[in-house]
């Protein structure tokens, strides 16, 4: 059985940085497409970020685009979201997602890690 772990949640100010973690354990993390998402008090879940099993390519939400970096360290089974620029909108609480297939839903997910940026 997969599962997601995610770390790295905090508080932080308005332009600050975090870096989120995820650890996959039970399969090879290469195997996945992996993901990033958030989800704010009283709004649905929003995409953050996407990044194919090699890590070749990245794909990013509008709102996070040009902020946000994911890349994943296979050797380590681990995948990672660097926030930059941080501002009070991305608060959140941040979920990794895994799944198999570009052309298959996210079906493995992780327990979410809280971020807050305020001052």
């Known amino acids: 059985q997969v599962q997601l772990v995610e770390s790295g949640g905090g508080l932080v100010q308005p332009g600050g940085s975090l870096r989120l973690s995820c650890v996959v354990s039970g399969r090879t993390t290469s195997t996945y497409f992996m993901g990033w998402f958030r989800q704010a008090p009283g709004k649905e879940r929003e995409f953050v970020a996407t990044i194919t099993p090699t890590g070749q390519a990245t794909n990013y939400g509008d709102s996070v685009r040009g902020r946000f970096t994911t890349s994943r360290d296979n050797a380590k089974n681990t995948v990672y979201l660097q926030m930059n620029s941080l501002k009070p909108e991305d608060t959140a609480v941040y979920y990794c997602?895994?799944?198999?297939?570009?052309?298959?839903?996210?079906?493995?997910w992780g327990q979410g890690t809280r971020v807050t940026v305020s001052s």
């Open positions: 997602a895994a799944r198999t297939s570009v052309y298959s839903h996210y079906d493995v």
